[in-house]
């Protein structure tokens, strides 16, 4: 039947807006800002910094290498190198940016810097309301304003942040257990070169046979 779609749409429109007033399930709004609707895990909006620890400057898991600021596609990222290192959260020295900005104006929000990032390092965040009345200036966030603790993460996307922290303890587990056998290796190798060396016994010449004579 020609306009059969167009029939069940306007059945089930009228059934949404007669059923609002008997049934609050119904309800499709919200009287926003006073009211807002629960965020679902999967819901991303813009990039923020990953940090562990308490101090984010420590923390940053980010270590500069620049592949999302390649990968952006409106190019929205800038990053400028460290050309010091810092002790990570572990206390391991490692390269930081020195600046790291986002142009929260120009991002459209794909996602694509945090599946290039090899550190887990940048994820999506889900606060959208980020009013300003600095067109520029208000929407340029520094590393400072983008940083937020690994404890956050775990809040708004909990299966994620679960998964990412096994991943990154098991790499951590075999990084250390690399470095401790190079460390029993090379201890080893140490011990066998000082350790004294046998001295060889001398070798004493064939006695010659009784009765020989040279002629």
């Not at 562990?52 to 596609?73: F, L, S, Y």
């Amino acid at each position: 039947m020609v306009g059969n779609g167009i029939l069940k749409g306007l059945v089930e429109t009228a059934r949404n807006f007669i059923g609002s007033y008997v049934s609050k399930e119904r309800l499709t709004t919200v009287q926003y800002p006073e009211e807002r609707l629960p965020q679902i895990e999967a819901t991303r909006d813009f990039p923020f910094l990953v940090y562990d620890g308490p101090d984010w400057h420590e923390g940053m898991r980010c270590v500069a290498c620049q592949i999302c600021e390649k990968e952006c596609p409106p190019k929205c990222i800038f990053i400028e190198k460290s050309k010091d290192k810092k002790p990570d959260a572990v206390g391991k020295p490692q390269a930081y940016p020195a600046v790291f900005n986002i142009d929260i104006s120009v991002c459209m929000s794909c996602q694509i810097c945090v599946e290039v990032c090899p550190f887990d390092a940048i994820k999506m965040d889900v606060e959208y309301d980020l009013p300003t009345d600095d067109r520029f200036g208000g929407l340029l966030f520094d590393k400072k304003r983008l940083s937020k603790s690994n404890e956050y993460y775990h809040q708004i996307h909990p299966t994620e942040a679960t998964a990412v922290d096994a991943a990154l303890a098991e790499e951590r587990a075999k990084a250390e257990a690399k470095a401790r056998a190079a460390a029993e290796a090379k201890a080893a190798a140490a011990s066998a070169a000082a350790a004294p060396k046998p001295v060889p016994a001398e070798v004493s010449a064939p006695a010659e046979p009784v009765g020989s004579q040279t002629k």
